[in-house]
């Protein structure tokens, strides 16, 4: 499969080698899923974890829940400087490796000391790839394609929750309704169900791991690390030899030959670099801050409050997981013809009304479907827009010297925003109540809408290169 595409300002085309381009970032994504299954598979054990373990107390809970997060920080801040120095495809098969080994350990646990030491591992897998996979296929991907190539990351991320979701309702189907917490406890559910739930993360691992060998490094990487000929060679695949040799003087021309082998964290407070890191930063925030894993959390409530048990519970949030997928599908059909831009726009006004309107209805004592329908429809909107679209820009923004530390600051940033928001959903429900937290999101929404409209440019159809001198140089 080959696509026609111009060369910006020339006459000349590149016909692009797509099967190959899609093959390897579809490889790459694999960890985007991974992320995906292995953050959400842990809300269908819930139940039946915490009753083997004996958690009781709402810390012990809440650490089980929130403690691979901080394995998460730890993966997203050491990424930048691994691969760097090692190089992006080594760090993804050490990933890859590294979700085998945790989602077994997981599954085979035999205390609950041992249960959260294997979750913040995989917490620090998810680190690596969720800072990894995006990064490694923008710098990868033609300039025309690299919008939708870089979603795939989310595509996969989707896929993956809604994987998990529907595995951790087939495998909890058939409990009876009503059954007490003894009978979850002593029964095949509460001693061994909930380790398929993590042992199953390891079949799409494996297959990660081995697809990686198999793909090729970063061209960029390659020539920031003095082996140009390899870059050249990766990058004729892509689009034949006159593309591989103008898109190696491109990525040479952005490079300071003194400062090519090694980067300090420093260098990102450098004056020319500072207003593309708070541009990173801000966008990276404002994906969690947005409160759209609040809406995730909340769903449960709201179909328990509704009467469903276990079983329904787990396929009603399945159900939202396939809304989630199909308005990615969505975000990979416009945003290299829209544009990132006025898809952040519509997802910040869009759940900035969203909110109000939920927390109209919780104000009103409104519940039912109502509400299901304002979560499925909250849902819908981040997933076509700042989902998506948040990491295509984080990945592309950053100039080639400093991709690997920036991302790893952005990367950081959005999991310590995760944690916050988090951390104080609960205080804010209870001293706020349900209907001024969602008022609370809706005025962070309508403050990213400002900063959106006021900060950041388009980068549809741009080079890497070109989108540097743009945002660094101006």
Not at 64 to 69: F, K, R, T, V, Y
Not at 120 to 127: E, K, P, Q, R, S
Not at 256 to 274: K, N, S, W, Y
Not at 437 to 451: P, R
Request: with cysteine; net charge positive.
């Amino acid at each position: 499969m080959e696509a026609d595409f111009a060369l910006p300002r020339s006459e000349e085309r590149v016909r692009y080698n797509m099967a190959f381009i899609w093959l390897v970032c579809i490889a790459a994504a694999m960890g985007g899923l991974l992320f995906g299954y292995d953050w959400v598979v842990i809300g269908g054990a819930k139940p039946f974890f915490e009753r083997y373990f004996g958690l009781t107390s709402a810390a012990l809970k809440g650490w089980a829940n929130s403690c691979a997060l901080i394995g998460c920080l730890v993966g997203a801040m050491v990424a930048g400087a691994l691969s760097d120095k090692f190089g992006r495809k080594r760090l993804l098969i050490f990933s890859a490796a590294l979700f085998v080994v945790t989602s077994l350990g997981n599954a085979l646990a035999p205390s609950f000391a041992v249960f959260v030491t294997w979750r913040m591992l995989g917490g620090v897998a998810i680190g690596l790839a969720s800072n990894l996979s995006p990064m490694y296929i923008a710098e990868l991907s033609p300039a025309e394609a690299r919008g939708r190539l870089v979603a795939i990351n989310q595509l996969t991320i989707v896929i993956g929750i809604l994987a998990a979701q529907f595995i951790n309702w087939a495998l909890v189907r058939d409990l009876p309704a009503g059954a007490t917490d003894e009978f979850i406890r002593t029964s095949w559910y509460g001693q061994a169900g909930w380790r398929w739930m993590f042992a199953l993360t390891a079949v799409p691992s494996l297959l990660f791991f081995v697809s990686m060998f198999f793909v090729p490094e970063s061209p960029r990487w390659l020539i920031k690390n003095g082996s140009s000929e390899r870059a050249r060679s990766v990058l004729a695949r892509i689009g034949g030899g006159t593309y591989a040799d103008a898109q190696v003087r491109n990525v040479q021309a952005t490079l300071a030959r003194e400062e090519i082998q090694h980067v300090r964290f420093a260098d990102l407070l450098d004056p020319r670099m500072r207003r593309v890191l708070v541009l990173g930063v801000v966008l990276a925030v404002f994906q969690q801050w947005c409160g759209i894993n609040v809406i995730f959390n909340y769903a449960e409530e709201i179909f328990r409050a509704a009467g469903y048990d276990i079983s329904d519970v787990l396929k009603n949030i399945a159900w939202t997981g396939s809304v989630n997928l199909a308005f990615t599908f969505v975000a990979l059909g416009v945003v290299d013809r829209g544009g990132r831009r006025p898809l952040m726009l519509l997802g910040s006004a869009g759940l900035a009304l969203i909110y109000i309107v939920m927390g109209l209805c919780y104000h009103g004592q409104v519940k039912g479907l109502p509400m299901l329908l304002l979560v499925l429809a909250a849902i819908g909107c981040y997933g076509m827009s700042l989902a998506p679209v948040t990491w295509v820009v984080i990945s592309e923004i950053f100039p080639n010297r400093i991709r690997g530390a920036a991302m790893s600051v952005g990367v950081t940033s959005l999991w310590s925003a995760c944690f916050i928001l988090t951390y104080t959903f609960p205080f804010l429900k209870d001293n706020l109540g349900p209907a001024g937290t969602f008022w609370l999101y809706a005025a962070i929404c309508v403050a990213g809408f400002v900063f959106i409209l006021l900060k950041l440019p388009e980068t549809k159809g741009k080079s890497l290169e070109e989108i540097e001198r743009q945002l660094v140089k101006e």
